[in-house]
């Protein structure tokens, strides 16, 4: 229904790798979603890097996301919407997750309206970046020539180079990150101009919210440290976490002010 709860996360980077951080990571993740689904939400965003890597064959697809797979489906199946937009660790969604689980998928991000607002929703990692490194690099890796050729590699290589070259990326996604930390101008005047009122973005793993005079721009932290996310009722986008902390809105006359940085980790938690 159109005044029904829009949700949105970001940045869970579900691995294969057991530890009990992922472990919670998961359980955490689950209970969200049975949440969402017991209010009857019309959908969600999961808006970038759900998975550390994701990249499908023909016939073979990653193993070891199976309860984050059904539990997601699980909300797809009580009515709620559920919408994959890749990230850059994930951009390689395929027709598994379309087909077989009945996702929505958006690999580069989309343009939503719902309850009368106006809602660009995309991972960030090109509308934040000003690194021609960096976006020179996801030019090559989205080509289809250069996704042929890694498709002729035998999986088992292909995700172990992955789960070496996350790192890579990692901290690639760390530079970013330190931008927002130390006041320097994100990339954001190319946007500023297009038809949207609020940008919902992750990748940087910093939650806040600012409201200008026009649009809002609502950065959602992560599910690794912060277990945040965004609701959006009755026209009005709301910055939490989990554990019920609310993010209050910054307003900002210059848009070259950088942002406050919120929901910071929780105690001991940053060196996980």
Same mark, same amino acid.
């Given at each position: ?26 359980? *955490?993740?689950? *209970?969200?979603?049975?949440?969402? #689904? #017991? =209010? ?15 990249? =499908?064959?023909? *016939?073979?697809?990653? +193993? ?11 909300? *797809? ?34 343009? +939503? ?36 050729? #890694? ?46 009122? +609020? ?30 996310? +965004? ?37 001991? #938690?940053?060196?996980?």
């Amino acid at each position: 229904m159109p005044g029904d709860a829009v949700y949105f996360v970001s940045d869970a980077h579900f691995s294969a790798r057991d530890s009990a951080h992922e472990r919670e990571k998961r359980e *955490r993740f689950s *209970r969200f979603l049975a949440g969402v #689904a #017991a =209010e009857g939400a019309e959908r969600l965003y999961v808006v970038g890097d759900l998975f550390d890597f994701w990249f =499908e064959y023909r *016939r073979v697809v990653p +193993a070891g996301f199976g309860d984050i797979l059904h539990a997601l489906r699980r909300l *797809r199946d009580a009515g709620t919407g559920v919408t994959l937009i890749g990230g850059n660790h994930d951009y390689w969604l395929g027709e598994h997750l379309a087909r077989d689980w009945d996702f929505d998928l958006s690999p580069d991000g989309l343009v +939503a309206e719902h309850q009368g607002r106006r809602l660009r929703v995309d991972h960030g990692d090109e509308t934040l970046s000003s690194d021609r490194g960096y976006l020179a690099l996801k030019a090559v890796i989205r080509n289809p020539v250069f996704l042929g050729a #890694a498709r002729l590699v035998h999986p088992d290589l292909t995700f172990w180079l992955a789960d070496r070259l996350s790192h890579g990326s990692r901290w690639l996604d760390e530079k970013q990150m330190e931008q927002g930390r130390q006041g320097r101008p994100l990339r954001l005047k190319a946007v500023l101009n297009e038809d949207f009122d +609020a940008l919902i973005l992750g990748h940087l793993h910093l939650g806040f919210h600012l409201r200008y005079s026009r649009w809002e721009i609502l950065c959602l932290g992560d599910w690794i440290l912060r277990f945040s996310y +965004a609701r959006l009722v009755e026209g009005q986008l709301t910055l939490m976490n989990d554990a019920g902390l609310t993010v209050p809105v910054e307003t900002v006359d210059d848009p070259d002010r950088p942002p406050h940085c919120r929901l910071r980790p929780r105690p001991g #938690a940053e060196g996980r």
